[in-house]
């Protein structure tokens, strides 16, 4: 069967109900984005009853409703979260290509898509999105999400960067680019009364609690790759991906944590956190994910800058 036939579709420009007209997904899909008839009716230029008889037309060719009123505003009921996340490709679609082709008609501000892994230290990601707020005319939008989510966001065209600290498998590297921001030691933290005991790296650390990383991480495997070296087995109570959680147990003794050292620096500093030594010879980095082939300027111009800015705690 081949899917790219049309002959099946009627799309008219026309405010008629014959087809599936692009006005009335376009007009739903303003509602559901702005969360009311009358915001959207504002947003679009036209009358609230213009809005509502696009809607009540799609509601009708598509044989189901798409929106719950409330006293609120409207939010879309199942049937209209499908369809809303077909418009919001399709019109971000549409306003990629104004961005590349026709960058001066694209009259409110660029939107830039990012994803962030819970991985990365916030203090980190603080400073390099610093970078990107300060762009002009720029809107960046930051999603947090496991890994494997935010990298076929970023395939799909749904989102235009991602900062990970994991990199593309095989079968993803020749879809998207990676540029590397910064590396850091991957190190040992304890609080000192934890500390206390720990003389030799990893032997002693493996007698203590650990908390750990899910299976989802890079870092996990270079933390199990530690202690396998010595055959050791070490006591995982707790697993988790964010590093500011991983920092804030360690600080209040629950276990050794192994995270990026520059994301400990503050804490290095002020004595809550003692380092108890290298997790091997792993170093963690952080990696801009981005598509090469149909990058727009704005998408270049971010990674460039993220390159460019490099934190304070990272090169501490």
């Not at 009311?36 to 679009?44: D, G, H, I, N, V």
């Not at 300060?134 to 991602?162: A, C, F, T, W």
């Amino acid at each position: 069967m081949d899917d790219s036939k049309t002959d099946d579709l009627t799309l008219e420009l026309s405010p008629e109900a014959s087809g599936l007209n692009l006005k009335q997904l376009f007009y739903f899909h303003a509602v559901v984005s702005e969360g009311s008839f009358a915001s959207a009716a504002k947003k679009l230029g036209v009358t609230q009853p213009s809005v509502s008889e696009q809607i009540k037309n799609l509601e009708q060719y598509l044989g189901t409703m798409l929106l719950e009123r409330r006293p609120d505003g409207v939010r879309p009921n199942a049937q209209g979260r499908r369809v809303y996340e077909h418009t919001r490709v399709m019109f971000r679609s549409a306003r990629l290509l104004l961005q590349e082709l026709a960058p001066d008609r694209v009259q409110s501000r660029m939107i830039l898509e990012v994803g962030l892994c819970p991985t990365i230290s916030r203090t980190f990601a603080t400073e390099k999105l610093l970078a990107l707020f300060r762009m002009k005319n720029v809107l960046p939008r930051i999603r947090h999400g496991r890994y494997e989510s935010l990298l076929q966001g970023l395939i799909s065209n749904e989102l235009d960067l991602v900062l990970s600290e994991n990199r593309p498998s095989r079968a993803d590297e020749n879809k998207v680019t990676i540029r590397e921001l910064y590396s850091s030691p991957l190190t040992f933290f304890a609080s000192p009364k934890l500390a206390e005991g720990v003389r030799n790296v990893p032997q002693d650390i493996a007698k203590l609690p650990l908390i750990g990383y899910t299976r989802d991480s890079r870092y996990r495997w270079d933390v199990d790759s530690a202690f396998r070296e010595h055959d050791l087995t070490p006591q995982f109570i707790a697993e988790a991906d964010d590093v500011a959680l991983l920092v804030s147990a360690a600080v209040q003794g629950a276990g050794v944590v192994a995270i990026p050292r520059a994301a400990a620096i503050e804490r290095i500093e002020n004595g809550s956190l003692v380092e108890l030594g290298r997790v091997g010879a792993a170093t963690s980095a952080v990696f801009a994910h981005f598509r090469q082939t149909d990058a727009s300027q704005v998408v270049r111009e971010a990674v460039e800058l993220l390159v460019a800015a490099p934190p304070a705690a990272a090169t501490t």
